[in-house]
């Protein structure tokens, strides 16, 4: 197969690839020239992570292609069901960057607990004293309470990271449940029970963190939105490393500049590559740049997983 990595892939993914007679090209593509990339230069694969959209458009414009390919969980810059429809098989790796999630969580949560963010750029220029009585408030996350909205593999590892933090754990889900949370420490494995609930509003008075984990809504709309900010606790802290849109930034905004939110971090926004520019400037929100899967391990253990679903799409047809 002739195999286009619009987003790029890891050095050990394209060895596997070639390894096993696949040609992989790295060379990107403009959005706008896909389809006739894919078509001129004969691609029977296209793998994309979130930069690259494969949308009707493009799956009715290049009948030869056999397979997508989405390097990460979400999938909405895919139109999976039409794609299968027409007959192409589609392809994530759900499993392979939990973990890198959860960790830039757990960086988050620090961050925003103890204004890293705000404190780092501003201690080159600003009165060291003053930043020092300004910044003196931070809380620690040991015992303190954490909702995790959405409970599968990313949410599932970051309870483990918070509980092996002192932090106690409420998730959120549409099925409640008793769900034993394996960690490993000190070469001992200990299975923690983490309560799920399926009542967002009776959860949310709780919590004093917050972090969302799941994927783009059908309609659109946000999983936070004011009357969730509402049933809040003052002082709330909030992460989403999910999608742009599953919080309401407007509502956010308001929420930071009445105090019901005390920080905020966001790696995903509604406007990327493009974010509301009072979102990047605020002084309570911690900003990165969508970089959730992007770690090292992780982007090889993505293209490791693309590899071996490739391998056998191929070797079954």
């Given at each position: 197969?002739?195999i286009?990595a619009?987003?790029?892939?890891?050095?050990?993914?394209k060895?596997?690839?070639?390894?096993?007679?696949?040609?992989?090209?790295?060379?990107k593509?403009?959005?706008?020239?896909?389809?006739?990339?894919?078509?001129?230069?004969?691609?029977?694969?296209?793998?994309?992570?979130s930069?690259?959209t494969?949308?009707?458009?493009?799956?009715?414009?290049?009948?030869?292609l056999?397979?997508i390919?989405r390097?990460?969980?979400?999938?909405?810059?895919?139109?999976?069901?039409?794609?299968?429809?027409?007959?192409?098989?589609?392809?994530?790796?759900?499993a392979s960057s939990?973990?890198?999630?959860?960790?830039?969580?757990?960086?988050q949560?620090?961050s925003?607990?103890r204004f890293?963010?705000n404190s780092?750029?501003e201690?080159?220029t600003g009165?060291?004293?003053?930043?020092k009585?300004?910044?003196?408030?931070?809380?620690?996350?040991?015992?303190?309470?954490?909702?995790?909205?959405?409970?599968?593999?990313?949410?599932?590892c970051?309870?483990?990271?918070?509980?092996?933090?002192?932090?106690?754990?409420?998730?959120?889900?549409r099925?409640a449940?008793?769900?034993p949370?394996?960690?490993?420490?000190?070469?001992?494995?200990?299975?923690?029970?983490?309560?799920?609930?399926?009542?967002?509003?009776?959860?949310l008075?709780?919590?004093?963190?917050?972090s969302?984990?799941?994927?783009?809504?059908?309609?659109?709309?946000a999983?936070?939105?004011?009357?969730?900010?509402?049933?809040?606790?003052n002082?709330v802290?909030?992460?989403?490393t999910?999608?742009g849109?599953?919080?309401?930034?407007?509502?956010?905004?308001?929420?930071?500049?009445?105090?019901?939110v005390?920080?905020?971090?966001l790696?995903?926004y509604?406007?990327?590559?493009q974010?509301?520019?009072?979102?990047?400037?605020?002084?309570k929100?911690?900003c990165?740049?969508?970089?959730?899967?992007a770690?090292?391990?992780?982007?090889d253990?993505?293209?490791?997983?693309?590899a071996e679903?490739i391998i056998?799409?191929a070797?079954?047809?």
């Amino acid at each position: 197969m002739k195999i286009l990595a619009n987003d790029g892939i890891s050095a050990l993914g394209k060895t596997l690839l070639e390894a096993a007679g696949h040609i992989v090209v790295t060379d990107k593509v403009e959005q706008v020239q896909l389809a006739s990339a894919i078509n001129e230069q004969g691609f029977d694969a296209v793998l994309v992570r979130s930069a690259t959209t494969v949308r009707q458009e493009v799956i009715d414009a290049c009948p030869n292609l056999k397979l997508i390919g989405r390097g990460g969980v979400g999938m909405d810059n895919i139109d999976v069901a039409y794609a299968r429809e027409k007959g192409l098989t589609v392809i994530n790796t759900p499993a392979s960057s939990s973990q890198s999630v959860a960790e830039l969580v757990m960086g988050q949560l620090f961050s925003i607990s103890r204004f890293l963010n705000n404190s780092f750029k501003e201690i080159e220029t600003g009165d060291f004293s003053a930043l020092k009585k300004a910044y003196a408030k931070g809380v620690e996350l040991r015992g303190k309470t954490l909702g995790i909205i959405g409970f599968g593999r990313i949410g599932q590892c970051l309870a483990s990271y918070a509980l092996g933090a002192g932090m106690k754990v409420i998730a959120i889900e549409r099925r409640a449940r008793i769900q034993p949370i394996t960690l490993k420490i000190g070469g001992q494995t200990i299975e923690i029970p983490v309560k799920v609930v399926d009542s967002l509003p009776e959860a949310l008075p709780q919590l004093d963190y917050i972090s969302i984990h799941v994927p783009k809504q059908p309609n659109g709309g946000a999983v936070i939105g004011e009357q969730e900010f509402k049933l809040m606790k003052n002082g709330v802290r909030v992460v989403n490393t999910a999608r742009g849109g599953v919080i309401d930034e407007q509502a956010l905004l308001k929420a930071l500049e009445d105090g019901k939110v005390a920080a905020a971090a966001l790696d995903v926004y509604e406007n990327e590559p493009q974010p509301l520019a009072a979102l990047l400037s605020h002084p309570k929100i911690a900003c990165t740049p969508h970089i959730g899967a992007a770690t090292l391990e992780a982007q090889d253990r993505i293209g490791e997983e693309l590899a071996e679903l490739i391998i056998a799409f191929a070797n079954a047809q």
